[in-house]
């Protein structure tokens, strides 16, 4: 059964770092395209970055450049969100997902969109607040 799971959420301060994991299980990690998504209270979700299945391959949107950073580890079956300099803003509940594809997150600059991915986390809640 293929399943991931995000952890690492919780509660910082605005400017603070925190590290998202996505773990999987159930499947070869190094077959998939691994995005990472956030959804927050009213909105739309949103793709934030993406890594490609070789792990070659790194998109991010406009707003996280610079701050986020994605990376994986196929050996844990774990694809991380490295994220820095946190704002209020940031206050969302963070999934990963994974579609298995050599050429997602390869073809184009952008961030992953959710119709893309094929297989979802649960969630974990990042709450950015002083």
């Known amino acids: 059964q293929l399943q991931l799971v995000e952890s690492g959420g919780g509660l910082v301060q605005p400017g603070e770092s925190m590290r998202l994991s996505c773990t999987v299980s159930g499947f070869t990690l190094s077959d998939y395209a691994i995005g990472w998504f956030r959804q927050a209270p009213g909105k739309v979700r949103e793709g934030i970055s993406c890594?490609?299945?070789?792990?070659?391959?790194?998109n991010y949107a406009d707003s996280m450049k610079g701050r986020f950073t994605i990376s994986r580890d196929n050996a844990k079956n774990t694809v991380y969100l490295q994220m820095s300099s946190l704002k209020v803003e940031d206050t969302a509940v963070y999934y990963c997902?994974?579609?298995?594809?050599?050429?997602?997150?390869?073809?184009?600059?952008?961030?992953?969109?959710?119709?893309?991915?094929?297989?979802w986390g649960q969630g974990t809640q990042v709450t950015v607040s002083s």
């Open positions: 890594i490609s299945s070789s792990g070659l391959s790194t």
């Open positions: 997902a994974a579609v298995r594809s050599r050429v997602a997150c390869v073809l184009t600059n952008a961030p992953p969109i959710t119709g893309e991915y094929d297989y």
